[in-house]
């Protein structure tokens, strides 16, 4: 083994010598960067002067005599493709501003006005088009910054920058401004008005700014900057020019109100037509109020009264044959914004689809009218970030205490029951930023506690769950170096029967028989737990980069009613190697080696996985992009293969996966890619899938995402049972090979009447099916083989066609078990309408479809029945929503 790792390390250090000298191109092929660049030190910075009284009307004309006059900030130079070289195209940008707002005249000149590539689409959705953006670290922290952009056809795009990274950016953030754009044959013009009150600043007479402007042409795949960051570095606001010349400004007290109104209808053609709680039209409706207050400069509390907490897009369909919960990405918009500020380093201590999700319990009647969601009756937000440099951010929600109606057919009598207890959630969050880097230190606690009054209650939720810790990023170098680590905690109480449940969950499986460093305590009232992790980065620099890291969670940590955590008892260690290039040489324009491997042990010392992996991404001369990457991981030992039960061997695999994509400034744009599994047991699996859009010069942008995945998994958990032999500690595990296959497909239609009038349409239509075979059992712990019924003489294995159940007959007894086949047809679409009829108000009508079916045959699927899906049963529903935005202050 030794000798394959030290050819495997040569194999890797002749490549990145070959690629090397590949790209050593004569000089005169090469751009290097201009030998009298400026130093760092030397800033570049512009001035804003005060225009009272000689406003500009934001028109996208920029005719008022006060453009004229102002200074020009231009001069911008290349990252792509050639870095360091002057723009190929002029770009002038001039700032001026009042006792209200700031105010941003810009001119992007041409060649030929045919070169602005451009397409008409909703807020945030810019795309490939031609744009400017303007990025403000108004608190002048080199950490944190506001983009305000707009495109060559009017488009507005707005994001927050919580961290001094050029991709860290948060979308929600959602300020109300204005922008309008006009073409001439030499230039198109963008004039930005950007109100004080959409702002965060320190409350000084003088202020200075943060400044860098970015200019995207994508005719020409050139990337222009204001300041240059070159991309063998690192950092972001850090790296800004400033914006001078602003005083006399007060930081307004932005109290902002809006008021809504909703109204929905669910016509649904899959309930059961003898349950008295089934209606086929459901017509519901509600107000609500948003909040947003200034505490002070620097804080801003978000508030919502009997909100409304739908989202306008639906969850992806899949299959989860895993023991693990399904994460979806949030959707709310309450919820989105501000969401980065919420997480830091480590776990995922706040979860935020905690707060609403579906009712916990189960009524024991065999009818009711169970809600989707929990209601929740309030929620409220603190954010901002001091001009010490202490960043705050807190969330506190209170969901309703849910009853719902039931119905016993047998007695024939109407109930109530209790499927939620009252239940507060809270998170806080604070950072503080240090030194010349920027270096952090944080610190975050959530809380959840409930008001358990039903003994049902009692038995599966905790009552009360605390989780926290503290966290670090320490930067040396300018920041070519970073330091970063964590330490947290995690503790909950609850009764007995609900601790028994966590601890037989997945995410610890306590129960382990022959897991001698953790105890399955029936009795315990209260868990316990922790978690650490330590790393050191080389994050930035011409070739080389490099991280080292560990982290590890104790079996009790425990963190799921608030956050998210898969699995605890875990000691994980990684580490990487890269050589880059971003130099553009004869074939590619830039490329990345990467050689990396992991490994990872429980507490009790059992090696879990190992893997190694090598990697190679590349742009291409023509901006066309590919990666391809290789991983091999050893056979280990397993503890949540048997789901509680002893340890499981699986074997050694390996796994490749590629993909390519055209340039990113094309109108039609494509992705493929392709993947390849396969282990020494005898699983395996392919799937392959792409993407491809169409952007029209105008309105329309289409898009489609199909995939097919077609798998053979020989070691399917399926049940466990008793009477299984003393090897196994007495109880069966049984296993199976399962033959799966997926398909689905995401269609996206985008219609853009205006930048503030679109229609979007989506629909994924999915299918996915399952059929297992070779039924067999674990025949002793630490095993990689099964004792398969149908070839054990001394065992066999019948199926029921009307009970549905598969029966195990051997020595030791009887085992039964469900016929686990699938066949699942889903097609989820919607249609939302979206009007920002008053700057900051939105009427929102949506419309949306869920259809599907389920059978037991197996039947192996393919891309084609995808359209059967078409044909499933289901429910639409549809909603209109109006809001009006109300500046108080």
Not at 817 to 841: C, K, M, Y
Not at 855 to 869: A, F, Q
Request: glycine residues 8%; charged residues 20%; hydrophobic residues 35%.
């Amino acid at each position: 083994m030794k000798g394959k790792e030290r050819y495997g390390l040569s194999g890797i250090i002749l490549l990145l010598m070959i690629l090397g000298a590949v790209e050593s191109a004569p000089a005169a092929l090469r751009t290097p960067l201009p030998s009298d660049a400026p130093p760092d030190t030397l800033k570049k910075s512009v001035a804003a002067r005060r225009c009272d009284g000689n406003s500009p009307i934001i028109d996208g004309t920029l005719t008022e005599a006060i453009w004229q006059e102002l200074p020009v900030a231009g001069d911008f130079l290349q990252k792509e493709p050639a870095e360091g070289k002057p723009a190929t195209l002029r770009t002038e940008v001039r700032f001026c501003y009042d006792e209200d707002a700031l105010y941003i005249g810009a001119t992007m000149f041409v060649d030929n006005p045919a070169e602005i590539q451009s397409t008409l689409s909703r807020r945030d959705n810019a795309g490939n088009s031609e744009r400017l953006l303007v990025s403000i670290d108004s608190y002048n922290d080199n950490r944190t910054a506001y983009t305000f952009g707009i495109t060559a056809d009017g488009v507005r795009i707005d994001y927050y920058h919580p961290s001094d990274y050029e991709m860290s950016r948060d979308y929600s953030f959602d300020p109300v401004w204005e922008a309008r754009v006009t073409r001439s044959g030499a230039a198109w013009v963008a004039e930005i008005r950007i109100p004080f009150s959409q702002l965060r600043f320190n409350n000084r007479d003088v202020q200075t700014w943060g400044l860098n402007m970015n200019r995207y042409i994508p005719f020409r795949n050139e990337d222009v900057y204001w300041v240059l960051i070159p991309k063998n570095e690192t950092g972001w606001s850090s790296r800004f020019g400033t914006l001078t010349g602003i005083r006399g400004i007060q930081p307004s007290s932005r109290v902002e109100l809006t008021p809504y109104s909703v109204a929905d209808v669910t016509v649904s053609r899959t309930g059961n037509p003898f349950d008295p709680f089934y209606n086929k039209i459901d017509w519901r409706g509600n107000v609500g109020i948003d909040m947003k207050m200034g505490l002070g400069p620097n804080l801003t509390l978000d508030a919502t009264v009997n909100p409304d907490f739908g989202q306008v897009e639906a969850d992806p369909a899949e299959v989860n044959l895993s023991a693990y919960e399904t994460y979806y990405s949030e959707r709310r918009p309450f919820f989105i914004e501000g969401s980065q500020l919420l997480s830091g380093e480590g776990p995922e201590y706040f979860y935020s689809r905690r707060i609403g999700a579906p009712p916990a319990l189960t009524p024991e009647a065999a009818y009711s009218d169970r809600p989707i969601n929990t209601t929740i009756l309030g929620a409220a937000k603190l954010s901002g970030r001091l001009s010490s440099g202490l960043s705050i951010a807190a969330l506190t929600a209170l969901t309703q205490r849910e009853f719902v109606d039931t119905y016993d057919p047998v007695f024939r009598k109407y109930s109530e029951e209790m499927v939620e207890p009252l239940t507060g959630f809270g998170v806080m969050r604070v950072q503080q930023e240090f030194g010349e880097e920027t270096s952090t230190v944080g610190a975050m606690l959530t809380g959840v506690k409930r008001d358990l009054s039903s003994p049902a209650a009692e038995r599966l939720l905790t009552r009360e769950a605390v989780s926290g810790g503290i966290d670090w990023k320490l930067r040396f170098d300018r920041a070519t170096y970073e330091l970063g680590g964590y330490t947290g905690f995690s503790y909950i109480t609850g009764s007995s029967a609900a601790l028994a449940r966590v601890q037989r969950s997945s995410a610890h499986y306590f129960q382990r028989p022959d897991a001698d460093h953790i105890t399955y305590d029936p009795t315990r009232t209260s868990l316990a737990g922790y978690t650490a992790g330590l790393w050191l980065n080389k994050q930035s620099g011409k070739h080389w980069l490099w991280q080292v890291g560990s982290s590890m969670e104790t079996p009790g940590f425990e963190i799921n009613d608030a956050g998210i955590l898969q699995s605890a008892d875990d000691i994980d260690s990684w580490g990487a190697l890269a050589y880059r290039e971003n130099e553009p040489g004869l074939i590619f324009h830039n490329y990345e080696i990467e050689l990396s491997a992991s490994s990872g042990w429980n507490f009790g010392g059992v090696r879990q996985y190992t893997s190694m992996g090598l990697e190679f991404g590349t742009t291409f001369r023509n901006f066309y992009m590919g990666s391809i990457r290789f991983d091999y991981g050893t056979g280990a030992l397993n503890d949540h293969l048997t789901r509680g039960g002893p340890l499981m061997r699986s074997g050694d695999g390996w796994n490749i996966f590629a993909n390519l994509s055209n340039s990113y400034s094309d109108d039609v744009r494509w992705n493929v890619w392709a993947s390849r599994f396969s282990d020494a047991l005898g699983s395996w699996n392919w799937s392959s899938g792409g993407s491809a859009s169409v952007r029209s010069s105008g309105w329309l942008e289409f898009s489609v995402e199909p995939s097919y995945t077609r798998s053979v998994n020989v070691r399917q958990y399926v049940a466990t049972a008793d009477d299984g032999p003393a090897a196994t500690f007495g109880r069966r595990y049984i296993f199976a090979t399962v033959d799966q296959g997926t398909a689905s497909a995401q269609f996206r239609v985008n219609f853009a009447f205006s930048p503030d009038l679109t229609l979007e349409l989506y629909a994924e239509p999915f299918a996915a099916s399952g059929a297992y075979s070779a039924f067999g059992e674990l025949p002793a712990a630490g095993s990689d083989q099964l004792r398969i019924y149908s070839d054990d003489p001394e065992s066999s294995i019948a199926y029921d066609p009307e009970t549905k159940l598969y029966v195990v007959n051997d020595q030791r007894g009887t085992a039964a078990f469900a016929n686990p086949d699938f066949n699942i047809l889903s097609f989820r679409s919607n249609a939302v309408l979206r009007w920002e009829w008053v700057r900051g108000s939105t009427l929102f009508l949506v419309w949306q479809q869920n259809r599907s079916g389920y059978d037991i045959d197996g039947k192996l699927i393919g891309p084609v029945d995808l359209l059967r899906s078409f044909d499933s049963p289901g429910d639409n529903f549809i909603a209109l929503k109006i809001s009006y935005w109300i500046p108080v202050t």
